[in-house]
């Protein structure tokens, strides 16, 4: 089995909302710093939001600037999951969305690829009319 599962992307207009959902079998993501990352094709993968460790850090989040204000990342521990909320959806959101853990305990969280060492499998998300 993959350690993370990404579901919830679709077809959304502009100014609509989507919910991503981030769930995991094998691990306890409340432990783990979990960040969200997108990759539109052409372009490099990049950093949306992160929530550090809840155990902790005080699930700390960050939010790239193209992002913040619309999006929300949040978890829920009883059902093991961490979503990503996105309101007022632009266009330029559309990409393939990933979640990833630092599976160190207690980690922090950064918007880097480097930061992190499983991901998902990626679930599609596109922003039209």
């Not at 990352?37 to 372009?43: C, D, I, S």
């Not at 059902?79 to 979640?99: G, I, R």
Request: neutral net charge; contains cysteine.
């Amino acid at each position: 089995q993959v350690p993370l599962v990404e579901s919830g992307g679709g077809l959304v207009q502009p100014g609509g909302s989507l919910r991503l959902s981030c769930a995991a079998s094998q691990y306890t993501l409340d432990h783990y710093a979990i960040g969200w990352f997108r990759q539109a094709p052409g372009k490099e993968r990049e950093g949306v939001s992160c929530g550090s460790s809840i155990v902790i850090n005080d699930g700390g989040t960050t939010y790239a600037d193209a992002v913040k204000g619309r999006f929300i990342i949040s978890r829920d521990s009883a059902k093991n999951t961490v979503y990503l909320q996105m309101n007022n959806m632009k266009p330029e959101d559309t990409a393939v969305y990933y979640c990833a853990a630092n599976t160190n305990l207690f980690s922090s969280c950064v918007l880097s690829r480097s930061g992190y060492n499983m991901w998902g499998q990626g679930t599609q998300v596109t922003v039209s009319s």
